[in-house]
Nanobody, 115 residues
Framework: QVHVAESGGGLVQAGGSLRLSCAASGDTLNNNAMAWFRQRPGEEREFVAAIKWSNGWIQYADSVKGRFTLSRDNAKNTLYLQMNSLKPEDTAVYYC????????WGQGTQVIVSS
């Protein structure tokens, strides 16, 4: 069993920055990858960025390339999402996802970008 917990959401003006954190705990030995997804009101959850734990390969959604940066702290089993140049359309609940033996989701953290 893996538990993932997000933190770092909040309210920010357009053009501002936020850093989200996702701490994984429990049976993280089999973690294959971790990722961020987001869900805007009334929309389906969408992919934001992911990292393969074994080799650090990273993928971003086109909508966030050049603005968001994914990083990790292996020792802490923590994933970070640095979000710069935020836009109102980035407003969403951001979810952390861990892929191991099973799929694990966090509870989400709200990000609101005001115009």
């Amino acid at each position: 069993q893996v538990h993932v917990a997000e933190s770092g959401g909040g309210l920010v003006q357009a053009g501002g920055s936020l850093r989200l954190s996702c701490a994984a705990s429990g049976d993280t030995l089999n973690n294959n990858a971790m990722a961020w997804f987001r869900q805007r009101p009334g929309e389906e959850r969408e992919f934001v960025a992911a990292i393969k734990w074994s080799n650090g390969w990273i993928q971003y959604a086109d909508s966030v390339k050049g603005r968001f940066t994914l990083s990790r702290d292996n020792a802490k089993n923590t994933l970070y999402l640095q979000m710069n140049s935020l836009k109102p359309e980035d407003t969403a609940v951001y979810y952390c996802y861990a892929k191991g033996v099973n799929d694990y989701w966090g509870q989400g953290t709200q990000v609101i970008v005001s115009s």
